[in-house]
């Protein structure tokens, strides 16, 4: 993209890191939770492999149990029972341990399907968002939607979600045990654990936060440094390395710190819960003891004290995991909030229900009394009348700024006007379908944009079908078809991303290829010939006449030089229409016009 802070006035509009309102947290896990549902058979299994590995590797101590048992004493050991239980323990722990594998595996599979689909969605939705949005946000921001937040939520979400599983599995387990050995002892947990529970909840509450402006500098980051590659050349000749540098670092140490402060807070979570858990253990010591001394009904012996205290390390020690993973969580519910606000972001708003196809048969276009402003509050086409006949050519002209691009913004409905109508053959463009509309002009635009593909792949874009002759009709139309067979490789040529490899102006004749092979009934040129030398522009717009006889083409243009042929010009200042007529009329007007003209031929 051709968009950065060097050449587009977008960029001085671009906020850093939009200040969105934040989700919900059960919000973000809902959202989460639909999309690991769509792959429901692909969890269930995973699922189902935790819980056998689990249960499977539960019962390992409890047979260790049994052949300790069977030892009696000495000359009365029941070696078949021993030998039965080592070796269902052995089968036990090698089933374990292949439920364990088979479980990473579907979870690299889930986790890559989540991924693919989520960049999908994301991608997809990008696409249906208006050009607004993309007016107000930098490249680079929303590229780290797509690579940096997904990959950090799959990260998460494929370890976590096992680790959560089977610390369940584990703690109801060993509770049940414990339940079994003494009742009254477990009530130590219900003192500790709430404690547990409550410092989480407060710290992740806190660290949120922290990850969430993690996750937007990172953005930040990205944006800076795309910016900076694509005016590379600028920032060269401005011999201002030294300042992006410095900007870099600013940018770097604010995004190192924010992940340093993320991860500080969250490294404090579990050794905090960890301390909670030993102090159940002093707990349970202290009052395992007096049950054991004075206990009566509840008394205990030694040995279920001491199997007790192991089930309770059992039973912190994933309540300790928990802690740890909901802490690290945090980074990635961060990074799908980003994700879910970006697939949150309106779409271009839907045509209207009963929207026809526009039908196109004279080429007639008019726009009246429209008004219109990009902020509401800040008008920059007052009360405009306009009209097109069917198959003319009307010249847009006007200093910098006037709204000159704004007007071909509003013919193509990338905005709508605040009031007023804009109408083709009679029909209002609001009521009509916006594909048909956009597909009734071409549009070359004042940013050339080439994509990486052969020049012929780069002409065709909009018809993918055009055969090699309509091709190099439109080039030679276009002046370029001369310059593409000095090329090595001809048509075949490849361009890379942007057309760096070949001049600008030989970028806008290939982009005026491109249009003029669309066959469009309309044709707007918004500074199409900027970069091309005068002759070119005028032999140019001679052949587009030839070629778009009958439709109805819109020409912005600085040189007045390459316009006075038009059958009417528009002369546009501040927004507004000022004066209008034929070259002959407005330079016998005498009035801004011919000041223009003028002044550029003085
Ligand atoms: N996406 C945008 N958001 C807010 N304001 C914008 C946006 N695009 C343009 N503007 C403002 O609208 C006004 C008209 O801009 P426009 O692009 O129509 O000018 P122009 O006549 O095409 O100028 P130029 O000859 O430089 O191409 C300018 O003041 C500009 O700052
Ligand atoms: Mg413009």
Not at 5 to 10: A, D, I, L, P
Not at 58 to 66: K, T
Not at 102 to 119: A, D, G, N, P, Y
Request: hydrophobic share 45%.
């Amino acid at each position: 993209m051709n968009r950065n802070m060097f050449t587009g006035r977008n960029a001085s509009l671009q906020k850093g890191v939009p200040d969105k309102p934040r989700m919900k947290t059960t919000q973000i896990l809902k959202r989460l939770w639909k999309y690991l549902y769509k792959f429901k058979f692909l969890l269930f299994a995973a699922l189902l492999m935790t819980v056998t590995s689990n249960l499977l590797a539960l019962a390992g101590p409890s047979l260790a149990g049994q052949a300790v048992n069977a030892i009696s004493g000495i000359g009365q050991v029941d070696f078949q029972e021993v030998f039965r239980c080592c070796g269902l323990m052995l089968v036990c722990y090698a089933l374990a341990s292949l439920f364990e594998w088979l479980l990473s595996v579907m979870l690299i599979r889930l986790s890559q399907r989540i991924v693919f689909q989520m960049r999908k969605d994301v991608f997809d939705h990008l696409t249906t968002l208006p050009v607004s949005f993309f007016d107000r946000h930098q490249t680079g921001d929303i590229i780290s939607h797509i690579s940096y937040d997904i990959d950090t939520v799959n990260t998460s979400l494929s370890s976590d979600l096992v680790q959560i599983c089977s610390s369940i599995i584990t703690v109801v387990g060993s509770l049940v045990m414990m339940l079994r050995i003494n009742p009254p002892l477990v009530l130590v947990f219900a003192v500790t654990v709430p404690i547990s529970i409550m410092f989480t909840r407060y710290m992740s509450k806190k660290v949120r936060p922290l990850f969430s402006r993690r996750s937007a500098k990172m953005g930040e980051l990205n944006g800076y440094t795309e910016e900076s590659i694509s005016g590379h050349k600028t920032i060269k000749s401005y011999h201002q390395e030294e300042t992006m540098n410095g900007r870099f670092s600013t940018r770097n140490t604010e995004s190192c710190d924010a992940y340093y402060q993320a991860d500080y807070a969250s490294a404090g979570m579990g050794p905090s819960v960890n301390f909670i858990n030993n102090l159940s253990l002093a707990l349970i010591s202290v009052f395992g003891a007096m049950l054991y001394l004075f206990g009566g009904r509840f008394a205990l012996t030694l040995g279920d004290l001491s199997s007790f205290v192991l089930y309770s390390r059992k039973f912190s020690g994933p309540i300790n995991e928990i802690a740890n993973v909901l802490s690290e969580l945090q980074s990635a519910l961060a990074a799908a909030e980003r994700v879910f606000l970006l697939l949150e972001e309106k779409p271009e708003e839907a045509d209207v229900p009963d929207a026809i196809e526009l039908a196109v048969t004279n080429g007639e276009v008019s726009m009246e009394h429209i008004r219109f402003g990009y902020l509401p509050e800040q008008e920059i086409i007052h009360d405009l009348t306009l009209n097109a006949k069917g198959g003319s050519l009307t010249a847009i002209v006007g200093p910098t700024g006037a709204g000159k691009t704004t007007l071909t913004n509003l013919l193509m409905r990338f905005y709508d006007p605040q009031s007023g109508s804009i109408q083709i053959d009679g029909q209002n463009i609001q009521s009509v379908t916006r594909s048909s509309l956009r597909l009734a002009y071409a549009m070359v635009l004042q940013e050339t944009w080439l994509f990486t593909g052969t020049v012929r792949e780069n002409i065709a874009y909009g018809r993918p079908d055009a055969t090699q002759e309509e091709v190099e009709a439109a080039a030679k139309a276009a002046y370029i078809h001369d310059f593409i067979m000095a090329l090595p490789h001809g048509y075949d040529t490849l361009l890379t991303e942007d057309g760096i490899n070949i001049s600008q102006g030989q970028k806008q004749l290939l982009t005026i290829a491109r249009a003029m092979l669309l066959n469009a009934q309309m044709l707007i040129l918004d500074e199409a010939t900027s970069n091309v030398d005068t002759r070119t522009e005028i032999r140019i717009q001679a052949a587009m006449r030839q070629l778009m006889k009958g439709k109805t083409c819109f020409v912005i243009a600085h040189r007045l030089s390459t316009i006075q042929n038009a059958d009417n010009i528009l002369v546009v200042r501040d927004g507004d229409i000022v004066e209008q007529g034929t070259h002959s009329q407005l330079i016998e007007q005498n009035g801004f016009y011919a000041k223009l003209f003028y002044s550029q031929f003085s």
